[in-house]
């Protein structure tokens, strides 16, 4: 594993750092906007005074805090994998380029030992997962890792329910940031309640301290709102949604490939819409992550 000196320099002194994933530049956006993203989120992280981590798989060899050029080629490579935990050993034996997904950054993250993460929106458990058992390996890796992820709650692509009766399971800790009810990812709120709601980020740094104290293993879910000016009405993505599932049953989508074919297709239906929209909450994420993490390590201290 290669960690970029600056982060372990950050390390070393306690300094805020923020993990950030690399899925949603490979698989998650199209070419240019994946790539100005990644580049733009490292930019939001430092100005609110911490360090960006973004974390990825070169050449078979997982980097914690990826180059500007690294960053361009998971951007732009065909033949990018996207890497979860059973991945993992196979793309490093074969030497081949890994775009991370929340499940395999939080692996690499609390190795480097980095402990907040920003992402887009969490996997979870699936729209029809009776039948397909498709649950997301990040509730598992939530599960069992000192990590705090600040998401858009969970994609809404998914049965939000469900995931959050397994994240229960899972004894994930669920916190609002200052609004009493799940994100939705696109639009702002799922009406489902969550564990408590949070309205500084002093007070998640404090129940991640509590969390660490207690020597609880696991993580801690932060659910950070889209920005009002970009969200979708539900009414209006919700049967979007639900063409772009129906067109993945027709094409018979399934496995990792799903998530990557549905946020491409609402993209496609929105005409861009959703994709500035998943921009705009991503960005919120790394700014709350940025902000919890530097409470963090004042806390921490
Ligand atoms: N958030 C986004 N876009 C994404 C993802 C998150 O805004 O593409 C990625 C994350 O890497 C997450 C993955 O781990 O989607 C979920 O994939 P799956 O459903 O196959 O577990
Ligand atoms: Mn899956």
Redesign the pocket.
């Known amino acids: 594993m290669r960690i970029n000196q600056e982060v372990i320099n950050a390390l070393k002194n306690k300094k805020p750092v923020v993990a950030l ?1 690399s ?2 530049i490979s ?2 956006m199209p070419y240019p906007k994946n790539y100005e993203t990644a580049l733009l989120l490292e930019k939001e992280i430092r100005e609110k005074g911490a360090i960006p981590a973004t974390i990825g798989i070169v050449e078979g060899e997982p980097v914690i805090g990826l180059s500007k050029e690294e960053i361009y080629q998971l951007a732009t490579k065909d033949g990018v994998e996207k890497v ?1 935990r059973r991945d993992l050993p196979i793309v490093v034996a074969l030497k081949k380029w890994g775009a991370t ?3 395999a950054t939080i692996i690499l993250a609390e190795m480097a030992g980095i402990e907040v993460f920003a ?5 979870g458990v699936h729209r029809g997962a009776s039948e397909t058992f498709d649950i ?3 509730l598992k890796e939530l599960g069992e890792h000192n990590i705090t992820v600040v998401s858009s709650g969970v ?1 809404a692509i998914l049965d939000l329910p469900k995931t959050l009766e397994v994240l229960e399971t899972e004894g994930v800790t669920v916190l609002s940031y200052q609004q009493p009810h799940l994100a939705d990812f696109y639009s702002q709120d799922s009406g489902l309640p969550v564990d408590y709601v949070a309205s500084h980020p002093r007070e998640i740094a404090n129940i991640i301290y509590a969390r660490r104290q207690l020597s609880l293993k696991g993580g801690i879910l932060v659910s950070n709102p889209c920005p009002k000016e970009l969200a979708l009405p539900i009414e209006k993505i919700n049967p979007i949604i639900q063409e772009a599932l129906k067109e993945a049953e027709r094409k018979e989508i399934k496995g ?1 490939a ?3 074919f549905l ?1 491409g297709k609402i993209v496609e239906l929105t005409k861009g819409e959703s994709l500035e929209t ?1 921009i705009a909450l ?1 960005k919120s994420n790394a700014l709350l992550a940025a902000e919890i993490a530097v409470a963090y390590s004042e806390v921490s201290q």
């Not at 992402?119 to 996997?123: D, E, L, N, R, Y």
């Open positions: 994933e899925t949603i698989h998650g979860s997904t929340v499940s992402t887009g929106g969490i996997g997301s390996r990040d994609k990792k799903i998530t990557p946020l998943n991503v």
